[in-house]
């Protein structure tokens, strides 16, 4: 099944072979314009990737100058060659599965194959460089780190903290400041710890009073 947008004779992305499912979220694109990734992720796309080179722009009006972040800003006039499905399946994901599997069994060279067959279709080809690893460990931050620019926005990312916090070796502290430059507002660090409860909302107070079957999602002391 194809979908086509409004005036449009060229089918929108959610036609793509690469995609095996698709969820719906409002409209038929997983259009998140006004997005914007850290300088972090912007250091971690580098300057020989096509997704960041195609998709994000350094100068959009969301960008603070000097922030060294970037604003997601798809074209989505005419036929599209890769966009990021934040509602469903695409094949890449099995990929990147399956390699983090291998990894995790110690098959660190089939694990390799199956990213560089990613990143020979991501990479611009002048500057694309095979992928490699001398140990499962390496495989698997290699995989994981390809994960994050393969599987951006959407739930996957979600996903992969929350179990990964229960992985010593690749439970993150997320830390955020800002403003990142205005100086107008005092900045402030934000903090988020592995298996934080500010994962998920907990219940209201309210809701446990109202329905004492349901039981809190956290095991944190909560003032609600």
Known sequence: MKYYQ?????????AMQENLYYGITGNTNDAPYNYVISKEMVE?????DARM?????TAAAAVQPGAGTAAFSKN???????????AGMRTTEVYLTLAECLCR????????ELVNDIRKKRMLPAGYIAATAATPAA???????????ELLFGHNRFWDQRRLAQDPGHA??????????LTTVPQQTYTLQPGSHLYVIPFDRNVILNNPNIT?????AMDL
């Open 105 to 112: 069994e110690g098959n660190v060279n089939d694990a390799m």
């Open 6 to 14: 409004e005036g449009s004779k060229e089918p929108v992305d959610i």
């Open 53 to 57: 080179l195609a998709l994000f722009n």
């Open 216 to 220: 809190q999602n956290t095991s944190d």
């Open 44 to 48: 971690l796309f580098g300057k020989q």
């Open 76 to 86: 989505v006039a005419g036929p599209l060659r890769f966009c990021y499905n934040a």
């Open 172 to 181: 993150v502290t997320v830390v955020r400041k800002f403003p990142v430059v």
């Open 139 to 149: 495989a698997l931050d290699t995989v994981l780190t390809e994960r994050r620019k």
